[in-house]
C-alpha cells in the first residue's frame, strides 16, 4: 500500500468529512480510495462503451399495470444470456420491485434496462454497472460425455 499526502481546502474536507461520516465510513482513506475506484469505473465504461461487466438493475413498477408483470418476465427471458439473477419482493398490494444481476457487454445490458425502464408502469428505475473483463474457457471434462462445454469468467479490473 503508497501513502499519499494530499493537500485540501477546509471546507472541503469538512463536506467530505460529513459524507464519510453519513455513509458510516470510520476513516478517510477507504473514502478516498472508493472516490477513486468509481471514478476510474466510470473512466473505463466512458473509454470502452463496448465493454464487458456486471450490472444490477434496479426498478419499482405498479403490479396492477395491466400485463406489464408479463412483459417484464418476457424481456428477462428474452435476455436469459444477460440475467443471472432476479429478486422480486412486493412493497404493497399494487406495487413490486425487482432486482435483477446482470453479466455480459455493457451496451447489450444498457439496451435491456432501457427497455424495461422505458415500460409503462415501471416508475422507479436505476442501472449501476461495474466494468470487467469477460474471459470464457471451453475445454472437456473426463466425465466420458465427450463435449465440450464453456466457462465465463468475469475479472473485475479496479
Known amino acids: 500500500m503508497t501513502r499519499v499526502t494530499v493537500s485540501i ?21 477507504e473514502g478516498f480510495r472508493d472516490l477513486i475506484r468509481e471514478k476510474l469505473q466510470q473512466e473505463q465504461l466512458a473509454e470502452d462503451p463496448n465493454g464487458s461487466g456486471i450490472a444490477v438493475l434496479n426498478y419499482v413498477y405498479d403490479h396492477e399495470e395491466r400485463m406489464l408483470a408479463s412483459r417484464l418476465m418476457s424481456a428477462q427471458h428474452e435476455h436469459h444470456d444477460l440475467t443471472v439473477s432476479t429478486v422480486h ?3 404493497d398490494h399494487d406495487t413490486c420491485l425487482e432486482i435483477v444481476t446482470l ?10 434496462a432501457d ?9 422507479h428505475g436505476q442501472l449501476y454497472t461495474v466494468p470487467g ?14 463435449h465440450a462445454h464453456r466457462h465465463e469468467h468475469l475479472k473485475i479490473t479496479t
Open 89 to 91: 419482493f412486493h412493497i
Open 133 to 146: 473483463e469477460l474471459h470464457v474457457e471451453s475445454h472437456h471434462h473426463g466425465d466420458g460425455h465427450g
Open 9 to 29: 481546502e477546509d471546507d472541503l474536507m469538512s463536506a467530505f468529512d460529513e459524507f464519510l461520516d453519513g455513509r458510516g465510513y470510520t476513516n478517510r482513506s
Open 115 to 123: 427497455q424495461i425502464l422505458a415500460q409503462p408502469g415501471v416508475r
Open 103 to 112: 453479466k455480459g457487454k455493457l451496451s447489450d445490458i444498457r439496451k435491456f
